[in-house]
């Protein structure tokens, strides 16, 4: 069983169990190690490396990161951001009041060697349990398909694409509380990165990407249903 900060998941690894518990500032070390061995080789467009002075804000208060251990060894963490900057917390297009809460799913990284597992995904229901009432959202490279295709498996869905970090696109990834949307299956279409503009135009329309199509770098997105 994993427990952390009360909550439970009643899952096993098949590998072994890890011990789950919040970083703090004495865990920098271990957590930027593993944070540049899981980006080793990924390209900016797929993946956004963070600083050490941006690890460190998030232990001493901005975030909240949960980690997983293996003896002495951090193999995994997920990081829940609530101090986000104003140019980073997406409140209009969610169409959150200003004391709505809001938090990031800010990074998580998964040592090589414990890949494939599902570690990706229990981090992800965790921060979400963490959150309580809070929206939350992420962003994920279009081309970097665990990443998005396990966060809409979560219940997160599309909402936006921009450019950022450098000019690289990154669709914006939320889960409302409260949020009622329901997509309109018959008209929904199945888009892939060659037309990323179309699937821009599209969600500023109000469409919302709900799931990977068959093809797994499409999208698919639809426009709310009209009749609920």
Request: positive net charge; aromatic residues 6%.
């Amino acid at each position: 069983r994993w427990r952390v900060a009360g909550l439970m998941s009643t899952a096993a690894w098949s590998t072994g169990g890890l011990e789950w518990r919040l970083l703090g500032p004495a865990d920098l070390q271990g957590m930027h190690a593993l944070h540049l061995e899981s980006v080793a080789g990924m390209a900016p467009q797929a993946v956004k490396p963070e600083t050490r002075a941006f690890l460190q804000s998030l232990l001493e208060g901005r975030g909240r990161v949960l980690g997983g251990w293996s003896g002495e060894q951090l193999v995994a963490y997920g990081v829940l951001q609530h101090d986000l900057l104003p140019e980073d917390a997406p409140r209009e297009l969610l169409s959150l009041p200003p004391r709505a809460g809001l938090c990031k799913l800010a990074g998580a990284a998964v040592h090589p060697t414990w890949r494939g597992g599902g570690l990706q995904r229990w981090l992800i229901q965790q921060r979400i349990a963490l959150a309580g009432d809070c929206a939350v959202f992420a962003t994920a490279a279009p081309c970097n398909l665990p990443s998005w295709h396990n966060l809409l498996a979560a219940g997160l869905m599309v909402r936006g694409l921009q450019y950022r970090y450098g000019g690289h696109a990154r669709y914006l990834i939320a889960r409302v509380p409260g949020d009622t949307f329901e997509g309109d299956q018959k008209h929904a279409r199945e888009l892939g990165p060659e037309v990323l503009d179309l699937q821009q135009q599209l969600l500023d329309q109000g469409w919302r990407g709900l799931r990977p199509g068959a093809q797994p770098e499409r999208l698919c997105l639809a426009p709310a249903a009209r009749d609920r």
